[in-house]
């Protein structure tokens, strides 16, 4: 129960601060350079190859993001003055790191459903042939 305390709260700091919403936009604008680039450039390809390329180029994204949420979360804290405070509490300290990582990942369900419309656009045409 303590966890979705800090759940909602840490997700609360994320939506609304900017700090999420400017590492969403940026992985955002990446992913769309990089699906052009390879959706859009060179020799026609076939739409597993394109979707290949790009789940591989988002995962390595998505791994960045995931570091630049989590960091965030106990540097705020400790920026804020609230680290003593949370740590002073009756919650566990597996509790606040838990409730810290379900916020996180919380955040980074939002990153990857906001993508979904580039893959869905290879799905819905099928083969990629802009030759």
Do not use: C
């Amino acid at each position: 129960m303590n966890a979705l305390t800090i759940l909602r709260r840490d997700l609360g700091a994320y939506l609304r601060g900017y700090t999420g919403y400017v590492i969403i936009a940026a992985v955002l604008f990446i992913d769309g350079l990089l699906f052009n680039a390879y959706a859009m450039g060179g020799e026609a390809r076939y739409s597993h190859e394109v979707l290949s390329q790009f789940f591989h180029q988002s995962s390595g994204l998505v791994m960045i993001s995931a570091v630049l949420l989590s960091m965030r979360t106990i540097a705020e804290e400790r920026q804020d003055g609230t680290e003593v405070l949370l740590q002073s509490s009756i919650v566990s300290d597996f509790q606040i790191v838990f409730g810290k990582y379900l916020a996180a990942l919380a955040m980074l369900v939002l990153l990857i459903g906001a993508t979904l419309y580039l893959p869905a656009m290879i799905l819905i045409n099928g083969k990629v042939s802009w030759a």
